[in-house]
């Protein structure tokens, strides 16, 4: 459990301090039932029973003044069937009693105000959470419930429920509860192949292929926010879905598949489909004509297997180094078409046009929000100098 520093200002009891603390850790590393707060001249430990409602066990350590002694003494004295003090040297302690009745609870909660009543609180705490929940995170559950919700996405974050996009919209579900750090850790444990853990471990984010067998596939974004693990699921079926499937115009796509040489772009926004259309393209392809096509993607995400054409699916770090290397060793590979991920800097579209200038089929992905803008999103990756023959090649 990591410590923060955080300030709460001149809050009236240790109760709403308490509030205040629990928020800032549930962002970092979800909800704890338990809190430990030092500052000067004071401490306290807080704990709980379950991951929501209040704190009902307490311990508080001070050193105050003889005049504050004896009025915390004295608030002490007249709960003494909910609370207890002793002095250990300097340090006076206030805990609350074990096995305190359900309906003594309030008592609890008004005692404690009332002896934090008698000193002045501090601004500023150095905090720890723990007791987090520690279940694990089914990787099949959470393929079912983006199958179920008919999800494209899946995220999660400590301290809250899993969240799914759902027709471009975020949606929240209670599948599971709100989620600790640990639990997001865990699971990308779980799943992360050891090159993007220590990928991770390194540069604080990956990204992988996760196969869950009979369900799907995903794209898995893991990467750290604020000092906490976050981790994405973009939800990839294990089948390849058609033409008709994608509500795209099939008359039109098969023109495109048709294609025997030059390059070819499916671009749009992030989450637009643009992966599962090439994908459609090459099973279409794959399908009907007997060719090597070769693929380069980072991850790979839709699986191909050999139909009458040959597949060669190369994954980035595992296969290749960049898309550069692979996009220009792919012309000794004996390829008719050539897939690249994405086109995502000029070495990569430079060799990308080249290939398509030399008699192969190149099929991209480009971010865009209009077709009209792909030249000009192309061209702009490039220095201006360069930029005219660039658009002129296209």
Known sequence: MAEFIIGTGQTPTIRAIVKTIEEQIRLKEGIPRFILARANNMEFEAERDDFQGDYIRWILRMRVPEACLNRILSVVKE???????????????????????????????????????????????????????????????????????????????????????????????????????????????????????????????TSFS???????????????????????????????????????????????????????????????????????????????KSYHILTIENPIEYVHVNKKSVISQRNMGDDVLTFNDAVTGALRHDPDVIVIGEMRDPDTIRSAINAAATGHLVISTLHS?????????IVSFFDPSERDLVRLQL
């Open 79 to 205: 709960n003494a069937d909910v609370c207890n003090a002793e002095r250990q040297q300097e340090w006076l302690i206030v805990s609350t009693k074990d096995g305190t009745p359900p309906n003594l609870l309030p008592k609890v909660f008004i005692t404690i105000d009332k002896v934090c009543q008698c000193i002045t609180l501090p601004e500023v705490w150095k905090v720890k959470g723990d007791r987090y929940r520690i279940d694990r995170i089914s990787p099949e559950l959470l393929f079912q419930a983006m199958i179920q919700y008919k999800a494209s996405d899946v995220h999660l974050s400590p301290g809250e429920c899993p969240l799914f996009r759902v027709d471009g919209d975020i949606k929240h579900s209670e599948l599971m509860g709100p989620l600790s750090a640990i639990q997001i850790l865990d699971l990308i444990r779980q799943i992360v192949p050891d090159r993007y853990r220590e990928e991770l471990e390194k540069t604080n984010q």
């Open 369 to 377: 929000n209009t077709a009209s803008e792909v030249v000009n999103r």
């Open 210 to 288: 996760y196969h869950q067998a009979g369900l799907g596939y995903a794209r898995v974004s893991a990467f750290y926010k604020m000092g906490a693990p976050h981790c994405t699921f973009r939800f990839l079926p294990e089948r390849i879905p058609s033409f008709e499937e994608l509500n795209i115009p099939k008359n039109t796509m098969l023109e495109i598949a048709d294609i025997n040489h030059g390059l070819v772009l499916v671009t749009g926004m992030t989450g637009s489909g643009k992966t599962t259309t090439v994908a459609a393209i090459i099973d279409w392809i794959n399908t009907h």
